[in-house]
T-cell receptor
Framework: GEQVEQLPSILRVQEGSSASINCSYE??????FPWYKQEPGENPKLIID?????ERKQIQELIVLLDKKAKRFSLHITDTQPGDSAMYFC????????FGAGTKLSVKP | AQTIHQWPVAEIKAVGSPLSLGCTIK??????LYWYWQATGGTLQQLFY??????VESVVQLNLSASRPKDDQFILSTEKLLLSHSGFYLC???????????FGKGTRLTVV
């Protein structure tokens, strides 16, 4: 199958701390791994992505790690702010992205 | 710049009634097009995708159908709505397979 598992489903952190979301995939043909952030009532928006030729990518406070052998990838948000509160979706893509179940992140001031 | 437009923004429909949701993409020729469905607080379930006019592949049907009558247009429809069809429908496009997917603003469907 082409399932993408995402954990945790709910994540509560204190402002200023780090938040980590982990995903795993089954399809070894997957070569593109985007992360989307979705605010309530809004459409998902790409925040960071990584391709299979990389192991690590950072954009400001966002870090993504990819372990192709283990078929796992993760998103780390450093120095979280209340504005980071949202739903986050990982995806693994060969022809079209398959999304994880989502993580509801709440950052407490 | 490419733009994606979905209509309507929201619908309240009766069980058993027909439905048609539309999506147009401007500024990009031959885009890959997708329909996703999202239950409240749920994941993004891919329903259909299309890589060219007249060709649509079903991933999960859910008693829905899709068509691509023009290069820039993608339609999602059903003749008889079920309560389980309620949710958020998102049209999306990508310039190529396996790349970034851009979502429309979605249609909120409530079946009563």
């Amino acid at each position: 199958g082409e399932q993408v598992e995402q954990l945790p489903s709910i994540l509560r952190v204190q402002e200023g701390s780090s938040a980590s979301i982990n995903c795993s995939y089954e399809d070894s043909a997957s070569n593109y791994f985007p992360w989307y952030k979705q605010e309530p009532g809004e459409n998902p928006k790409l925040i960071i992505d990584i391709r299979s030729n990389m192991e690590r990518k950072q954009i400001q406070e966002l870090i993504v790690l990819l372990d192709k052998k283990a078929k796992r990838f993760s998103l780390h948000i450093t120095d979280t702010q209340p504005g980071d509160s949202a739903m986050y979706f990982c995806a693994a893509s060969d022809n079209a992205p398959r999304f994880g179940a989502g993580t509801k992140l709440s950052v407490k001031p | 710049a490419q733009t994606i437009h979905q209509w309507p923004v929201a619908e309240i429909k009766a069980v058993g009634s027909p439905l048609s949701l539309g999506c147009t993409i401007k500024g990009k020729s031959s885009p890959n097009l997708y329909w996703y469905w999202q239950a409240t607080g749920g994941t993004l379930q891919q329903l259909f995708y299309s890589i060219t006019v007249g060709q649509v592949e079903s991933v999960v049907q859910l008693n829905l159908s899709a068509s691509r009558p023009k290069d820039d247009q993608f339609i999602l429809s059903t003749e008889k709505l079920l309560l389980s069809h309620s949710g958020f429908y998102l049209c999306a496009w990508s310039p190529d397979r396996g790349g970034e997917v851009f979502f429309g603003k979605g249609t909120r469907l409530t079946v009563v």
